[in-house]
């Protein structure tokens, strides 16, 4: 087997027959697909079982409320293939994408992470330019990825070698609903020896579904959001403290501080209540994260040093709300 594409499934009957459509339009030999049905109280699990009546290679397991990350945990222990390919139901892989990734990882048998380009598009079937495609094909080290690339968080563009996650125990955080994709791509990457960046147009990213939207989630959800990012802040500070290498450790550091900026700037912009603005910058204050460090942003660094002034910050942050 040399492709596992795992999907977690919850409330996502409008979508997941065509995320699995996408996939069944390309050549499906040498992959299966594991679908993790998280306790989902809509028609999604149903969909799933009329699939599996058609496709042996479509395996199904009922959980219940695990969550995302102890989801794809789950069925990450229980895939077979060399490569693993991690999928949100609500999007879809891009025309051809299989093939090409077979292809790359027939000529390039040693890599342990490939890297493709993605297109956001939404309601409307309108698609935006493809992102984090590269000019041309390189192999690259996983240092040389976080001091010389852009750092993509996403976890759908990435296909892993599923014993390079096994060798460096990489899982996902499942106490974490926001940010735990940014932690796993950090713990695959940083012991890499092999990424492939290609320029493979692999990913369809759905950016309309409500339930997938900071602005329309309730303030109990917005404030989980807020809280695990804290957390993964925390997570990043521990990654940091045990990196050697100076140059990785100050790369690494340029991710924590845009991750803080984006802290801000999102409870500036979701009109998050100031008095719990104020209790998330006294943890902050706490780690030693705020005033927030500049990093190379620029448009971030424009932002916190507004940010850094705290009386202001808190008054706008009372204003916007």
Request: hydrophobic share 40%; glycine share 4%; proline share 2%.
């Amino acid at each position: 087997m040399q492709l596992s594409i795992l999907i977690p499934v919850y409330n996502v009957e409008k979508y997941i027959a065509r995320c699995l459509d996408a996939i069944l339009c390309q050549p499906t030999d040498g992959i299966e697909i594991l679908l993790g049905i998280d306790g989902s109280p809509d028609n999604s699990g149903k969909i799933c079982e009329e699939y599996a009546k058609k496709y042996d290679f479509i395996h199904i397991f009922h959980n219940k409320n695990m969550g995302a990350g102890a989801e794809r945990n789950f069925l990450l222990d229980r895939a077979t293939g060399k490569y693993v390919w991690f999928v949100d139901a609500d999007d879809m892989i891009a025309e051809n994408a299989i093939e090409q990734i077979m292809g790359h990882i027939a000529t390039h048998n040693e890599i342990d992470i490939l890297s493709m380009g993605f297109k956001r598009f939404d309601d409307k079937e309108q698609y935006g330019d493809l992102e984090f495609g590269t000019v041309a094909v390189k192999e690259i080290t996983g240092k040389e990825y976080l001091l010389k690339e852009s750092f993509c968080g996403y976890l759908w563009n990435k296909v892993f070698k599923r014993s390079h996650l096994i060798q460096h125990n990489v899982r996902m955080n499942d106490r974490l609903v926001n940010q735990e994709d940014n932690l796993f791509n950090l713990y695959a990457i940083i012991p890499c020896q092999n990424i492939l960046l290609t320029n493979i147009y692999g990913y369809n990213y759905y950016q309309s579904n409500a339930l997938s939207t900071m602005r329309n989630r309730s303030l109990k959800s917005i404030e989980r959001n807020f809280n695990d990012t804290v957390l993964a802040e925390k997570e990043l500070q521990h990654i940091i403290k045990n990196i050697e290498d100076r140059d990785l450790k100050q790369s690494i550091e340029q991710l924590l501080y845009l991750n803080v900026a984006g802290l801000l700037y999102a409870m500036y912009q979701t009109k998050y209540p100031a008095n719990k603005v104020k209790n998330i910058l006294s943890e902050l204050k706490d780690m030693n994260l705020y005033p927030a460090q500049r990093s190379h942003n620029r448009r971030a660094n424009l932002f916190i040093s507004l940010a850094n002034i705290e009386r202001l910050y808190i008054l706008l942050c009372r204003i916007h709300s």
